[in-house]
T-cell receptor
Framework: DTAVSQTPKYLVTQMGNDKSIKCEQN?????MYWYKQDSKKFLKIMFS???????INETVPNRFSPKSPDKAHLNLHINSLELGDSAVYFC?????????????FGPGTRLTVL | SQQGEEDPQALSIQEGENATMNCSYK?????LQWYRQNSGRGLVHLIL?????REKHSGRLRVTLDTSKKSSSLLITASRAADTASYFC????????????FGPGTRLSVLP
């Protein structure tokens, strides 16, 4: 059974478009995250969401917005895509937001902006 | 700069040898975690070590933590080709445990 799933796996789009990446976890976890991994493999946290509390990395442009329809889902919406948004985006979840809980990662979504 | 920085950036060894990767960080931490990422896949949690622990084992993995030097090491003993992956350390960036910082990773290649 897939613990954390993301769709799509690959996303190729034109600059200026708006796109969404979906994430679902079936682990019953309370906290979900979005990460961006650039071409140099640096993994940076973008958002964490727990019990309707959203914590945003201040370096993330406001073109990025997470949406959580329920506890098992945290989707990522990106408006006005730019070339620099090309990266692999990972969704993750943990039992709760406290440090010390391992995170379970999805397989990633490779976004290419042309 | 990165809170956690692994070194070396890349490591190539023969099957059966031991592999050691290091992680250095700058601020105080509550815990440190190590993750593995196979090519094209998500990260998989390997081991967590708390700030009051000095060493932890899990199978062929051994992790040490030296809070005075702000460093940790991951040792993989008797490496196998399947251990080929990138290895990342992660530290907490705040007291709420919801802002984790990953280092750039060490790319380990285990040659058969």
């Amino acid at each position: 059974d897939t613990a954390v799933s993301q769709t799509p796996k690959y996303l190729v789009t034109q600059m200026g478009n708006d796109k969404s990446i979906k994430c679902e976890q079936n682990l019953g976890h309370d906290t979900m995250y979005w990460y961006k991994q650039d071409s140099k493999k640096f993994l940076k946290i973008m958002f964490s969401y727990n019990n309707k509390e959203l914590i945003i990395n201040e370096t993330v442009p406001n073109r990025f917005s997470p949406k959580s329809p329920d506890k098992a889902h945290l989707n990522l919406h990106i408006n006005s895509l730019e070339l620099g948004d090309s990266a692999v985006y990972f969704c993750a979840s943990s039992q709760d937001g406290r440090w010390g809980n391992e995170q379970f990662f999805g397989p990633g979504t490779r976004l290419t902006v042309l | 700069s990165q809170q956690g920085e692994e070194d070396p950036q890349a490591l190539s060894i023969q099957e059966g040898e031991n592999a050691t990767m290091n992680c250095s960080y700058k601020t105080s931490i509550n815990n440190l975690q190590w993750y593995r990422q196979n090519s094209g896949r998500g990260l998989v949690h390997l081991i967590l070590i708390r700030s009051n622990e000095r060493e932890k084992h899990s199978g062929r993995l051994r992790v040490t933590l030296d809070t005075s030097k702000k460093s940790s090491s991951l040792l993989i003993t008797a490496s196998r080709a399947a251990d080929t992956a990138s290895y990342f350390c992660a530290t907490d960036a705040d007291n709420y445990g919801q802002n984790f910082v990953f280092g750039p990773g060490t790319r380990l290649s285990v040659l058969p």
